[in-house]
T-cell receptor
Framework: EPEVTQTPSHQVTQMGQEVILRCVPI?????FYWYRQILGQKVEFLVS????????KSEIFDDQFSVERPDGSNFTLKIRSTKLEDSAMYFC??????????????FGDGTRLSIL | KQEVTQIPAALSVPEGENLVLNCSFT??????LQWFRQDPGKGLTSLLL?????REQTSGRLNASLDKSSGRSTLYIAASQPGDSATYLC?????????FGAGTTVTVRA
């Protein structure tokens, strides 16, 4: 069964440094998402992406965050200047359709980001 | 803003017992509701998806119901096994994004 893959599984970064989290969505999917889960808290929506632009973003997704689909297979989340509170598990997801088709979102195993 | 609440937060049962996990949401105008399983340090595995027009979905030992008018969903797991031990997340779809509950952590004792 096709999977969403995320790399790396664990990323350790110094505060203030830039970090890029990478995701390879399922190949025929059109909608892409990032979520995060701070340890012990709920999973939170960050951003959705379709047709090379952001469809929706949460209040968490401020100017230090950006997303990109640099080629036909990868979907990346960049955090420009990391803060201690960015430490979390980041999940990438993809779906075949968006709202109209109500297709389920498929999640990767996540990248654990630790900011020192 | 959609709020998704799950009760109880944790549950411990002996093997073979049936599990009942409850979820409530504040906004009945949902697109669909999904139940996920999360193992420690792992990703999210989709278990069942109920569209807003449906009342229940079944897969093997799992059955999920949806009552939009009361803002509730229930996940039933029949004849629980130690391998069912995990955190179960209720997730409501609102437009492009998903709103997650905090989860019910289930321990099935052998």
């Amino acid at each position: 069964e096709p999977e969403v893959t995320q790399t790396p599984s664990h990323q350790v970064t110094q505060m203030g440094q830039e970090v890029i989290l990478r995701c390879v969505p399922i190949s025929n999917h059109l909608y892409f998402y990032w979520y995060r889960q701070i340890l012990g808290q709920k999973v939170e929506f960050l951003v959705s992406f379709y047709n090379n632009e952001i469809s929706e973003k949460s209040e968490i997704f401020d100017d230090q965050f950006s997303v990109e689909r640099p080629d036909g297979s990868n979907f990346t989340l960049k955090i420009r200047s990391t803060k201690l509170e960015d430490s979390a598990m980041y999940f990438c997801a993809s779906s075949q359709g968006g709202v109209g088709r109500r297709q389920p979102q498929h999640f990767g195993d996540g990248t654990r980001l630790s900011i020192l | 803003k959609q709020e998704v609440t799950q009760i109880p937060a944790a549950l411990s049962v002996p093997e073979g017992e049936n599990l009942v996990l409850n979820c409530s949401f504040t906004d009945s105008a949902i697109y669909n509701l999904q139940w996920f399983r999360q193992d420690p340090g792992k990703g999210l595995t989709s278990l069942l998806l109920i569209q807003s027009s449906q009342r229940e979905q079944t897969s093997g030992r799992l059955n999920a119901s949806l009552d939009k008018s009361s803002g509730r969903s229930t996940l039933y797991i029949a004849a629980s096994q130690p391998g069912d031990s995990a955190t179960y997340l209720c997730v409501q779809r609102d437009d492009y994004k998903l709103s997650f509950g905090a989860g019910t952590t289930v321990t099935v004792r052998a």
